[in-house]
């Protein structure tokens, strides 16, 4: 189990949050992965920041852009640049538990897993309140995670070996959503490691923040994404909302 681990980190204005955030990975007890960085062409005064987290550690990597092209984009750029067998996702507001990726990756290899996702727990953004964890089931595969988006993209990690090749797909948001389809429809369903491994900030500017807009978002994706039908779209789109509600109040 030393495999190397790619971590995938888009940046834009977190100088706010960049630090705790790389700080968890540094203290990750799997010491055998890369972290990418990429700055999508930030306004806050973040570049000096940024180059000292990468003169900290000689695994970070940071890529300065010359202009904003959105974080599906940005992501790419990275997957592109990533040199491990695993991809791995991190939002720089995000933070893991120091013993992520040991135990996921040891999951993985165990049960000869693709792709896994794990539990989370979402937390205020000045982290001082945590919420109701998010729970990972065991399984999941295309037509169930049409109904219930419940994969967190900071716990998934994926063996690029098994998968091949892929990319975020070019949409203005729920791209990650469009991903995990993309690598389901490839016939590999996502696992869950029931446990929670990492912890999701909410703020202001976030989708679990402004549910009309994650709503809205889902529906473009089953419609102009995925090709489906209005009426299967209904039903999808009533599951995922009924999921949704359910998650909040457990």
Known sequence: MNNLVSIITPFYNSSKFIEECVNSILLQSYSN?????????????????????????????????????????????AIRNAKGRYIAFLDSDDIWRGDKLEKQIKFMEKEDIAFSFTSYTPMSEDGSVS?????APNKIDYFGYLKNTI???????????????????????SHDMALWLLIMKRGFDAYGLNESLAKYRIVSTSNTA???????????????FEKLSFFYSIWCFLNYAFNAIIRRIQ
Not at 131 to 135: H, L, Y
Not at 152 to 162: A, F, H, N, Q, S
């Open 33 to 77: 992965w890369e972290l990418l960085i990429v700055d999508d062409c930030s306004d806050d005064n973040s570049k000096e920041l940024l180059l000292n987290l990468e003169k900290k550690d000689e695994r970070i990597r940071v890529t300065f852009l010359g202009d904003n092209i959105g974080a599906a984009k940005a992501r790419n750029i």
């Open 131 to 135: 919420f109701a964890e998010i729970k």
């Open 151 to 173: 994969i967190g993209c900071l716990t998934v990690v994926i063996d690029k070996e098994k998968v091949g090749e892929f990319e975020m797909p070019i949409i203005k948001s």
């Open 210 to 224: 402004n549910k009309w807009r994650a709503a809205k978002d889902v529906w473009k994706v089953y419609r102009q």
